[in-house]
């Protein structure tokens, strides 16, 4: 048939439905009155030639149905008279489609919720050209178990490589204070090379990218905005390109406006990039090593493997030109060549995942409910069922319309959990941490609702089978009889219902074990002794232009002044500075040689962190000092060159010795005499194991960059006012930065384990009042449909407390087996989340016991009291109960 008539029969069956079965009755009405016109002649009285012409067409109604279904475009007819009947039906049954509705909303919401997080995580495309050729590149330092990249690295990779079309270099975590437009502003700035945006593949939006001669030591300065700086300080006026700003005190050139979408590398935002101006000299003794990261574009074909065959090959003909002690230290470094987006999101990723593989089990705790709910449903509806068989309806057919039916119920719990979902995205961005990146993007996109629509789809596919198929095995000629038995769930019926049961356990174990493991390890985390108290600690990041602080004279005046002024606020106990604060890692480190020891070879020696700070420093957080004494301003040697050491320091360099008055070498420069001994404090996060540490007083080694840290008896950031007003009267171009409470500053080191553990604990509770709903639903329907036996046992001489124990028992075999069942699957998925545990075992064995039972106390109570009801029922009254 021609493409224009098919078009025009679909159209017609489709829209001119009416009048095409009006055509289909008065063909088949002539239809059956020639044959009955037929039997007449043939001799039989009017009505026996009605019946045998009825008898011989072989059904009207099912005449029809044949002759509908040959139409063209009839299963669009057909889907939507079934929606239409599905619709009707759930209508007639308000309570169960409020039930299911809520339910599936619930399920279908928590899914779409999670996913948006995971869609704008892990799926959201890199903001950069070809984001599949980006990768990251460093040296691995097998005895550090650490990977950094110096400059002389990053020339050799660039000119020698076969593997990348381009590498270029950045350095993070820089800061520059703007001046001269308005009040002083501190901002997050990045050093770049010229060819950091082309290897990225972006173009600022205004301006230009940095040429080569400005990439170089001494060039004048230049500097690209971000478009959040361009809009907010300078009012989004173009005439920003090619003005001159300060920073630092330093004058730069503004050359070019980022795009809005432009996002700098390691999810560090930088407000300004400024060149990065390296040098590419040789390796030598006299010239320190400057540490960078680099990132790179694989040529076409070229995978990561391959890469790092051609660093490895550059590395080991580097090594032969550098002097031997460096040469000995570079050795046994392995070359890394990591995707960029493995680089950006890999930490991310596991939690993201369990979370998304959480609120699947509560889907699919959901729809158990549902099917379970539907199950009991269908035995009201058998004879429905069976007229529709006896009609002609084929087993195929029914369960098309079941399913129909639970798809329109699907689609429903879809709809109300898209607005659930709205609401809980609000609820999970608040509350999201902020070392996700681009969590707080979360939002209903396409393909979240992609996502949406097919979960929706499957789920009610899922719960719709089982009660479709149990429906169409039943006996016709039973449940036509208008006196037919009792009605009552059939075996088939009754055996998918436990099966339903120990998938709703065995679903619920697992969430509730992973929750539990998750909460464990936050709670030891969270009870995990700093070592320091930060209640009642402000603490606040300045820093002083090096070309009007120059001298170290300059800079501990400034810093004593502070703390001079902090001390005296009212209800201020104590003020002190350091070059950085607990928590935060390290940005100082110094070689360590002890005095009368053999010195380590060249790149062996071990480091130490050094932390530069006031005097008050111990008090203000209340580090216990061990042994010896702690600087004294007020003493006469407190510029002689002292040393505070922590405890893991004497472990590590004076194992049962008194290290006071012992001398160490720092960096290969001067000897250091130890003074004081004081408790160790996490200063590279609360998991991460305590270094050896040392403490330098500032007016031996002062620093450009400071925190200010000030104990108060009232609220940290309510200071906040009076601190900015003394940096104000001693410098009103410095401002004040990174402004938080130590407290705070330790609670965000819980904060990804803290949201992963209350998320999975609210779906965890979830689960168990869906499956605690299912298992009393189930029992409950079970125990009304046995009602006569109950009678009938009780009547012959059982006693109440036989038919309790008869329905627990009963009803204890599915559970013992999802619980059974729950646990192994929770052991084997457990060691995916090892790695996301603090100082618990995947396999604890008194998490999965205190589950289990627990588990196991709700399932004894939903099922005890539909069993105590059926206890107490009186004989006579369930004999007489039809």
């Not at 436990?498 to 998750?518: D, H, K, N, Q, R």
């Not at 407190?638 to 012992?662: A, H, Y």
């Not at 000030?710 to 200071?719: E, F, V």
């Not at 009304?784 to 036989?802: H, V, W």
């Amino acid at each position: 048939m021609p493409l224009f008539f098919k078009a025009r029969s679909f159209l017609r069956n489709l829209f001119a439905t009416r009048r095409m079965d009006k055509d289909l009755d008065a063909e088949v009405q002539s239809h059956l009155d020639m044959l009955a016109q037929e039997n007449v002649s043939a001799g039989m009285s009017a009505s026996e030639a009605q019946r045998a012409a009825r008898i011989e067409l072989g059904g009207v109604e099912q005449v029809k149905e044949q002759v509908r279904e040959q139409r063209m475009g009839n299963w669009v007819q057909s889907v939507f008279a079934d929606c239409r009947f599905a619709l009707r039906q759930l209508r007639k049954s308000p309570a169960f489609t409020a039930v299911a509705v809520l339910t599936l909303g619930l399920g279908i919401g928590a899914n779409t919720a999670i996913f948006s997080m995971v869609n704008s995580v892990l799926f959201r495309p890199l903001p950069y050209y070809s984001p599949e050729k980006l990768v990251w590149l460093s040296d691995y330092m097998p005895r550090q178990h650490d990977s950094l990249v110096i400059e002389s690295d990053y020339y050799a990779w660039r000119s020698q490589n076969h593997a990348f079309t381009d590498v270029a270099a950045y350095e993070l975590g820089d800061t520059l204070t703007l001046t001269g437009t308005g009040d002083p502003q501190r901002l997050r700035a990045a050093r770049a090379t010229y060819n950091f945006l082309d290897v990225l593949g972006v173009q600022p939006q205004l301006g230009r990218m940095f040429h080569e001669e400005e990439d170089r030591p001494g060039a004048p300065g230049v500097a690209l905005i971000s478009e959040s700086l361009w809009r907010e300080r300078f009012g989004s006026n173009p005439a920003v390109i090619g003005q001159s700003i300060k920073l630092d005190g330093d004058l730069y050139t503004v050359i070019g406006v980022l795009a809005s979408q432009f996002e700098f590398l390691d999810n560090t935002p930088a407000d300004i990039i400024v060149p990065f101006a390296l040098e590419n000299h040789e390796m030598t003794m006299e010239k320190s090593m400057r540490i960078v990261q680099v990132v790179g574009r694989l040529r076409s074909g070229v995978t990561p493997t391959t890469a790092v065959a051609d660093l490895d090959t550059i590395n080991a003909r580097l090594y032969t030109t550098y002097p031997p002690a460096f040469a000995n230290m570079f050795k046994g470094f392995k070359s890394e060549v990591v995707p960029l987006r493995e680089r950006l999101l890999g930490k991310s990723r596991p939690a993201l995942l369990v979370l998304l593989g959480a609120v699947g089990f509560v889907l699919l705790i959901a729809c158990a409910n549902i099917a379970s709910l539907q199950l009991a449903r269908g035995v009201s509806r058998e004879k429905e069922i069976a007229i529709r068989g006896a009609l002609g309806a084929g087993k195929w057919r029914v369960i098309r319309q079941l399913l129909t039916e639970s798809v329109v119920l699907a689609f429903a719990g879809g709809l109300c959990g898209l607005l659930f979902s709205l609401w809980l995205i609000r609820i999970l961005v608040h509350l999201s941490p902020a070392d996700v990146p681009h969590l707080s993007l979360a939002h209903l996109d396409l393909r979240v609702l992609c996502f949406t629509l097919a979960a929706t789809v499957l789920a009610g596919v899922s719960f719709g089978l089982a009660p479709a198929f149990a429906s169409v095995r039943l006996n016709l000629v039973e449940s036509l009889k208008e006196a037919g038995t009792q009605p009552g769930m059939g075996l088939l019926g009754r055996g998918a219902q436990g099966a339903i049961i120990v998938v709703e356990l065995a679903a619920a174990l697992v969430l509730l074990s992973g929750s539990a493991l998750f909460l464990k390890s936050f709670l030891r985390l969270a009870t995990l002794p700093p070592g320091f108290d930060g209640q009642g600690v402000f603490t606040a990041r300045l820093s002083l232009p090096p070309n009007l602080y120059s001298t170290d004279a300059q800079q501990i005046s400034f810093y004593e002044q502070i703390v001079q002024q902090s001390a005296a606020l009212p209800g201020v106990t104590s003020a002190a500075v350091a070059s950085i604060l607990p928590l935060q890692g390290s940005n100082n480190g110094a070689s360590v040689e002890l005095e009368g020891r053999p010195p380590e070879a060249a790149g062996h020696a071990p480091q130490v962190e050094i932390v530069k700070i006031s005097p008050r420093y111990f008090q203000v957080l209340r580090i216990p000092l061990i042994s010896g004494t702690l600087f004294d301003p007020h003493n006469e040697e407190s510029d002689k060159k002292l040393l505070v050491v922590n405890q893991t320091f004497v472990k590590r360099f004076f194992p049962g010795e008194d290290p006071i008055g012992r001398r160490v070498l720092l960096a290969k420069e001067e000897y250091w005499t130890i003074v004081g001994v004081v408790a160790d404090t996490k200063q590279f996060g609360l998991t991460a194991p305590v270094k050896p540490g040392a403490f330098v007083s500032i007016a031996t080694q002062a620093s450009s960059e400071m925190a200010v840290l000030i104990r108060t008896s009232g609220q940290p950031l309510a200071l906040l006012p009076a601190v900015r007003s003394i940096i104000g009267r001693l410098d009103k171009n410095l401002p004040l930065y990174d402004v938080v409470s130590m407290h705070d500053l330790l609670h965000e080191q819980t904060s990804s384990q803290r949201f992963s553990s209350l998320l999975l604990s609210s779906f965890a509770m979830l689960a168990l009042l869906l499956a605690c709903l299912g298992v009393y639903g189930v029992t409950a329907y079970a125990v009304s449909q046995r009602i006569r036996e109950f009678g009938l046992r009780m009547a012959l001489g059982a006693k109440p407390q036989d038919v309790l124990l008869l329905i627990l028992r009963q009803a204890a075999v599915p559970a013992l087996i999802g619980i059974v069942g729950g646990a192994a699957l929770s052991l084997v998925l457990a060691k995916f989340i090892g790695s996301m545990l603090f100082a618990v075992r995947p396999s604890d064995p008194t998490t999965f016991l205190g589950m289990s039972l627990l588990l196991l106390a709700v399932v004894g109570t939903a099922t005890y009291v539909p069993a105590q009801r059926a206890a107490r029922s009186d004989p006579m009254v369930a004999l007489r109960y039809e």
